[in-house]
């Protein structure tokens, strides 16, 4: 089976993360692995989200229950 037609889910390993990304662009979320907490999303993750998102993980954001994010959307 090709990459292109496997599923996000088969793609991943136990320890993966994710940004869910839509087609125009914005995010939709972020995968984090079983028991993974948010203290620990990788600082790439972190970059990404702050730089081209705007989320500011300064006000503690918590990812498990989903927080809206300045352009009026949710973050699960």
Do not use: C, N, R
């Amino acid at each position: 089976m090709s990459e292109v037609s496997k599923t996000l889910e088969e793609q991943l390993e136990d320890s993966d993360w994710a940004l869910i990304i839509s087609k125009d662009g914005s995010l939709k979320g972020l995968f984090m692995p079983d028991g993974a907490d948010e203290d620990l999303v990788p600082e790439s993750i972190i970059y990404i989200m702050e730089k081209y998102f705007g989320i500011d993980f300064s006000d503690d954001i918590d990812l498990d229950y989903g927080e809206e994010t300045s352009d009026g959307k949710t973050l699960h």
